[in-house]
């Protein structure tokens, strides 16, 4: 998907269904963060700001990289972003 203004719930369940994916009420949450995220800044949420508006909105337990992959087993970027309408976030490469 090119355009995420082009993105409907209808077009997640199809995109879902060949990962064969049930979106439940717990994957529409994230999906919509990443959607609310973009809309708020232009730009796609590196798993990292999704993590910390997951922590405030639902707490410790549901803020980590586990429950984020337990719902896009196959990356937040390939498929959680892809599902939610998005290209996948860049990523920032650190020399330390």
């Known amino acids: ?8 719930e209808e077009v997640a369940r199809e995109m879902a269904e060949p990962e064969e994916m049930l979106l ?4 529409w949450n994230l999906i919509h963060l990443i959607r609310e995220y973009y809309y708020e800044y232009s730009s796609v949420p590196e798993l ?4 910390k508006r997951l922590k405030s909105e ?3 337990e549901k803020s980590t990289r ?11 970027g390939q498929q959680g972003c892809k599902i939610a309408g998005m290209r996948q976030p860049k ?6």
């Open 1 to 8: 998907m090119l355009e995420p203004d082009d993105w409907t």
């Open 24 to 27: 439940t009420d717990e994957h």
């Open 48 to 51: 990292r700001k999704i993590l």
């Open 58 to 60: 639902l707490g410790e």
């Open 66 to 76: 586990k429950y984020v992959y337990a719902l896009f087993p196959y990356s937040y």
């Open 91 to 96: 990523k920032l490469w650190l020399d330390l």
